[in-house]
């Protein structure tokens, strides 16, 4: 206690419970940021497996992330559930890609108004929790309910002997009120998870390729996307160089002409993207944080098209490098 402020009239102020909610969705997640925070959940909770199932079904349509994690018992769930339970400042596991302990709330926050999270240790029953935001707003307490809408979604964790799923319904933001009929919502919804799958296949391209983890979106394998071609002809490493006492790792690639790709490869990098992903590619425990930028160095140009700076650093620099809640760096 800080002694000046001991003799001080006082009086507690929490937050307004829907107001503090309802400011959790607005911390600038998109729908493939928002999965990718999850997903960091169930690598640190050491998954192999992590599938992530959707449905087209209106407003009434559900995204769910599951994995064959370690899972939670009821104190680690409401712990998962809450905000504020982890400091930030604590010190984290080398391996663990968390911070702030908001992550799995402000993502789905981001995406639903409605988010359930049923987990299962080994030899335990399924837990559930939810955060209903209509409800939260309604009666204007943080109230945690143990509900869960529909008994199918527990059939990932019932083939598993542990793991959890998070489950987003009442997707507000991505469909609304929309009909199930309605064809051109059917089509953006389906569309947004073409970007999903590109972001994830880059962003975890590492795990992927040292099969540390599979990742399955509505049963079909997700491949790694490495962003530096290293397999293809006529690429080059120019430098490598290590700093603080290696706690940050530089790599510099020229990769090939275009020319030198597959027809697969080159379907994916047309010309646009292939200008547009020139820059720095920062990794923090092997998770891709940001790719295609110069940091404010100089303007994306044509005389650097093939130029990409792999940057890797760790956990404990997350200050000095202005890690924020989305696992993106202030620039």
């Known amino acids: 206690m800080i002694d000046h402020f001991k003799n001080t009239p006082s009086e507690e102020r929490p937050p307004k419970a829907g107001a503090m909610i309802n400011t959790f969705r607005a911390f600038g997640y998109n729908l493939k940021t928002a999965i990718a925070d999850i997903i960091d959940n169930s690598i640190s909770a050491n998954a192999n497996n992590i599938w992530i199932d959707y449905k087209w079904l209106g407003k009434e349509s559900w995204i769910t992330i599951s994995d064959d994690g370690n899972g939670m018992d009821v104190s680690t769930l409401n712990d998962a559930m809450t905000p504020?339970?982890?400091d930030p400042n604590d010190p984290r596991d080398e391996d663990d890609l968390g911070r702030f302990g908001l992550g799995l709330k402000t993502s789905s926050f981001s995406q639903c108004k409605n988010l359930t999270?049923?987990?299962?240790?080994?030899n335990e029953d399924i837990l559930s929790r939810c955060w209903d935001?209509?409800?939260v707003n309604d009666t204007g307490k943080w109230m945690l309910l143990d509900y869960l809408s529909n008994e199918e979604f527990k059939s990932r964790l019932l083939?598993?002997?542990?793991?959890?799923?998070?489950?987003?319904?009442n997707l507000d933001r991505l469909v609304g009120n929309a009909n199930r009929n309605n064809e051109s919502a059917r089509i953006a919804f389906l569309q947004e998870f073409d970007d999903v799958e590109n972001h994830l296949c880059l962003v975890f391209h590492r795990y992927l390729e040292k099969k540390k983890i599979k990742i399955w979106l509505n049963n079909i394998s997700l491949k790694a996307w490495d962003p530096f071609i290293k397999e293809a002809e006529g690429g080059q490493i120019i430098a490598r160089e290590s700093l603080k006492k290696d706690k940050v790792r530089v790599k510099c690639y020229v990769l090939p002409h275009i020319s030198k790709l597959s027809k697969e490869e080159q379907k994916y990098f047309n010309v646009k993207r292939w200008h547009h992903l020139q820059g720095f590619y920062i990794y923090r425990n092997s998770r891709l944080l940001l790719y295609g930028?110069?940091?404010g160095l100089f303007a994306k140009n044509e005389h650097y098209k093939n130029a990409r700076i792999q940057i890797d650093i760790?956990?404990?620099l997350d200050h000095d490098w202005k890690i924020d809640i989305k696992k993106v760096l202030f620039k």
């Open 84 to 86: 504020g339970t982890i």
């Open 117 to 122: 999270v049923i987990s299962k240790i080994r």
């Open 133 to 135: 935001l209509d409800y």
């Open 159 to 169: 083939s598993t002997n542990q793991g959890t799923t998070v489950i987003w319904q």
């Open 293 to 295: 930028d110069w940091l």
């Open 314 to 316: 760790n956990n404990k």
